[in-house]
Structures are given as structure tokens and as C-alpha cells.
């Protein structure tokens, strides 16, 4: 019996030493939860808000936020689980020593990501469809399109954030391909407006441009018409993190290949 206690102490012992050595995986107790009580939370307060003849509006809203958000995420994700895999795989040294460019690279994964998501969101699009006789393109009409290209902007520079983050940093950066996304998730305003959240969060979300785009998408459910300042002031911020993006792969890729970290990614 004391044997088998030493050996369960052992074992925690181990799964506690972890926790010292990795601030990712400490910081994951914690994160999931409480983004989870965070969103869920301010939808809550926007429901509880409203009156029983806006229920139907709310579900229309609801189902279009879930389809937008599932874009925004797998666009993100296209990009940095295809540099993940080649890390998994070790061939990220035959990749970089081939005659691809960096862009050429990057611009690959965004097509990928595009035929992923395009699939994705037909499914989900005929699934509403024939469950909850919900039509997205009705319901969005013309504006579909300028959402969802700003959608994609944002979801492919936040992409090419991690994927700088894994090439600098390889295994132990890989949880923030999934972490990053539901980091701004509250703060995009995907479930309800943006006057439900604190006046200090307001001011972070109007830096991002996912919030015009569920901000924008919530006007065209309810009055079939866009404020054309939703669309450029989110295409102007996915300018912006699409260069500062670009310019921290860049400088992250250096200095991997600099410190020879590069070379050793996957085999670490």
C-alpha cells in the first residue's frame, strides 16, 4: 500500500513539475474558463436586456454570429495548423531549403484555408437551412461578401501572427494557435453589441476589426443595410495587422534561422 502511494506521489509530482517549466500550460487552467464565462456571460446580460418580441431577431443573429465566427476561426487556423503540421511531420527543413519563397508559402495556406472554409460554411449554411430555416445569403444579401472578406483578412493575419510565434519558438508556442483567436473572442463583440461590454473593453474592441464586422452584421439582420464605415474601418485595421504581421514573421524568421533554431524545429 505504501509502495503504491510513493508511486501515485511520484506521478503528481511529475505532472506538477510540468507546470513549472511551461507558463502556457499554467496559464491553460485558467484561460479556457474564464473565456467561457466572459462571452457566455455578456450574452446573458444582452438577452436578459431585451424584450420578448426581439427573440426572433436574436436567434437570426445568433446563427449568423456562430457561421461568421467559425470563418474567422478556421481562416486563422488554415494558416497556422499548416505550419504546425509541417513542424509534427519535420518537414519544415525541406520546405525551407526548397526553392518556395516565405509568401509563396504563406499565400498557400491562405488558398487552403479559403477551400476549407468555403466547404465549411456551405455545410453549416445548408445545415441551418434544413434544421432552423435559416438562409444566410438572404439574410445578408449583397453584404455577405464585403463581412466575410474583412472576416478573412483578420483571420489570416492573426494566422500569420502565430505561425511567427511557432517558427520562433516551435513546440511551446503551439498552444496559442488555439488560445489567440478565443483571447479576442470577447473582445470582438461576436454574440451581442458592443455596449454590452465595460467602456474600457470598448475601446479594445474598436481596435479590431472582427468587432465592425459582427457590429455590421448585426445592422444588416435588423435593417438590411451596412454603414460603409463598418467595412473600411475594418479593411483599414486588417491593412494595418496584415504589415505588422508581415513584418514579425519576417523578423521572427530571422532570428530563428539566425540562432539556428530553425533548423531544429520538430526535433526538439
Same mark, same amino acid.
Given at each position: 500500500?505504501? @509502495?503504491?502511494?510513493?508511486?501515485?506521489?511520484?506521478?503528481? +509530482?511529475?505532472?506538477?513539475? +510540468?507546470?513549472?517549466?511551461?507558463?502556457?500550460?499554467?496559464?491553460?487552467?485558467?484561460?479556457?474558463?474564464?473565456?467561457?464565462?466572459?462571452?457566455?456571460?455578456?450574452?446573458?446580460?444582452?438577452?436578459? %436586456?431585451? %424584450?420578448?418580441?426581439?427573440?426572433?431577431? =436574436?436567434?437570426?443573429? &445568433?446563427?449568423?454570429?456562430?457561421?461568421?465566427?467559425?470563418?474567422?476561426?478556421?481562416?486563422?487556423?488554415?494558416?497556422? $495548423? #499548416?505550419?504546425?503540421?509541417? $513542424?509534427?511531420?519535420?518537414? =519544415?527543413?525541406? =520546405?525551407?531549403?526548397?526553392?518556395?519563397?516565405?509568401?509563396?508559402?504563406?499565400?498557400?495556406?491562405? +488558398?487552403?484555408?479559403?477551400?476549407?472554409?468555403?466547404?465549411?460554411?456551405?455545410?453549416?449554411?445548408?445545415? @441551418?437551412?434544413?434544421?432552423?430555416?435559416?438562409?444566410?445569403?438572404?439574410?445578408? *444579401?449583397?453584404?455577405?461578401?464585403?463581412?466575410? &472578406?474583412?472576416?478573412?483578412?483578420?483571420?489570416? #493575419?492573426? *494566422?500569420?501572427?502565430?505561425?511567427?510565434?511557432?517558427?520562433?519558438? !516551435?513546440?511551446?508556442?503551439?498552444?496559442?494557435?488555439?488560445?489567440?483567436?478565443?483571447?479576442?473572442?470577447?473582445?470582438?463583440?461576436? /454574440?451581442?453589441?458592443?455596449?454590452?461590454?465595460?467602456?474600457?473593453?470598448?475601446?479594445?474592441?474598436?481596435? &479590431?476589426?472582427?468587432?465592425?464586422?459582427?457590429?455590421?452584421?448585426?445592422?444588416?439582420?435588423?435593417?438590411?443595410?451596412?454603414?460603409?464605415?463598418?467595412?473600411? =474601418?475594418?479593411?483599414?485595421?486588417? !491593412?494595418? /495587422?496584415?504589415?505588422?504581421?508581415?513584418?514579425?514573421?519576417?523578423?521572427?524568421?530571422? %532570428?530563428?534561422?539566425?540562432? !539556428?533554431? +530553425?533548423?531544429?524545429? !520538430?526535433?526538439?
Amino acid at each position: 500500500m505504501n @509502495a503504491s502511494l510513493e508511486r501515485i506521489q511520484a506521478m503528481m +509530482l511529475r505532472y506538477l513539475y +510540468l507546470h513549472r517549466r511551461s507558463l502556457p500550460r499554467t496559464l491553460e487552467i485558467l484561460f479556457w474558463p474564464v473565456m467561457e464565462l466572459l462571452v457566455w456571460g455578456f450574452v446573458s446580460v444582452y438577452i436578459r %436586456s431585451l %424584450s420578448p418580441t426581439t427573440l426572433t431577431h =436574436i436567434i437570426l443573429v &445568433l446563427i449568423n454570429a456562430m457561421i461568421f465566427w467559425d470563418i474567422l476561426y478556421r481562416s486563422q487556423q488554415a494558416v497556422s $495548423i #499548416a505550419i504546425v503540421e509541417d $513542424i509534427w511531420t519535420q518537414n =519544415i527543413v525541406n =520546405i525551407l531549403v526548397s526553392p518556395l519563397k516565405i509568401w509563396e508559402w504563406l499565400f498557400a495556406t491562405f +488558398l487552403y484555408g479559403l477551400l476549407k472554409i468555403t466547404l465549411i460554411t456551405t455545410i453549416l449554411s445548408l445545415i @441551418a437551412c434544413a434544421l432552423y430555416q435559416f438562409n444566410l445569403v438572404d439574410n445578408l *444579401g449583397f453584404y455577405l461578401l464585403p463581412l466575410v &472578406l474583412n472576416l478573412l483578412l483578420f483571420g489570416w #493575419a492573426m *494566422g500569420v501572427f502565430t505561425s511567427a510565434l511557432i517558427i520562433r519558438w !516551435g513546440h511551446s508556442a503551439e498552444a496559442l494557435v488555439w488560445g489567440v483567436p478565443y483571447l479576442l473572442q470577447p473582445l470582438s463583440a461576436i /454574440y451581442y453589441p458592443l455596449s454590452v461590454l465595460p467602456a474600457w473593453m470598448q475601446c479594445l474592441s474598436r481596435l &479590431l476589426p472582427s468587432t465592425y464586422v459582427f457590429e455590421g452584421m448585426r445592422q444588416v439582420t435588423e435593417t438590411k443595410h451596412l454603414q460603409p464605415e463598418y467595412f473600411w =474601418i475594418a479593411l483599414g485595421l486588417n !491593412g494595418v /495587422y496584415f504589415l505588422l504581421g508581415g513584418l514579425f514573421f519576417s523578423a521572427m524568421y530571422r %532570428s530563428a534561422r539566425k540562432s !539556428g533554431r +530553425l533548423g531544429r524545429l !520538430g526535433m526538439d
